[in-house]
């Protein structure tokens, strides 16, 4: 820019609001678009909500930007992603790994699903060696119900996050992996939904999907 436009950019105010939503950028090693920062300083003081960006915007980023958030405030410990099967490995495995946290596919059999989830809870005593920075936990729709059960028994569900994306996989209220996404929301401070359409049909599409932040 030349000397006159920096001055005019310079000269220009940042808003209260708009400052503190800034300060999420400390999260990220690239820079954030505004509607990342204002998502991510949104879910930091709503903590349970939906996401509903159109698509090709940044929600990924603006959830664990918010997550990896609350965990250096001490708010919880870990959090979860829940997502279709075909989005664990892409984008949600190899972005998180990108930007530093220590990523546990929940994708084996029961007893190594289970010893991860495990491990997770002897890191207060005696930490990982591997661990490369936070720790998050990935798992498709179909396998909530089953680890459920494991995930209540080694963890304190008050100190966990929740992320699940494309979440008109559980419209419909009476499917076992939506009523499943219910019970695992319904302690967590931290429940973000994530979906470019929740409307596909119509209004009644987001009853399931909302249920999981207000039971």
């Not at 958030?69 to 495995?93: H, K, Q």
């Not at 289970?114 to 890191?123: D, K, P, S, V």
């Amino acid at each position: 820019p030349t000397e006159a436009q920096r001055t005019s950019i310079e000269s220009v105010r940042v808003s209260e609001p708009f400052a503190d939503a800034l300060a999420f950028q400390a999260y990220s090693k690239l820079p954030l678009y505004s509607q990342q920062l204002i998502g991510a300083w949104c879910i930091s003081l709503v903590k349970r909500l939906g996401v509903f960006y159109d698509m090709r915007v940044g929600k990924t980023k603006t959830a664990w930007v918010a997550m990896k958030a609350a965990i250096a405030s001490g708010e919880i410990d870990f959090f979860v992603v829940v997502c279709p099967r075909t989005n664990m490995y892409d984008p949600w495995l190899p972005e998180l790994e990108a930007n530093g946290f220590d990523v546990v596919v929940l994708d084996g059999t029961t007893a190594e699903d289970e010893e991860a989830i495990f491990l997770r809870n002897r890191e207060r005593w005696s930490p990982r060696e591997y661990a490369k920075g936070p720790t998050v936990y990935v798992l498709n729709y179909e396998r909530v119900g089953s680890r459920l059960p494991l995930m209540t028994e080694h963890w304190d569900m008050t100190r966990i996050g929740v992320v699940a994306d494309e979440t008109s996989a559980i419209k419909n209220p009476k499917a076992n992996r939506s009523r499943a996404m219910h019970a695992l929301c319904e302690t967590p401070p931290y429940v973000v939904l994530l979906n470019g359409t929740p409307m596909e049909q119509g209004p009644h599409d987001l009853w399931s999907q909302m249920r999981c932040v207000d039971s």
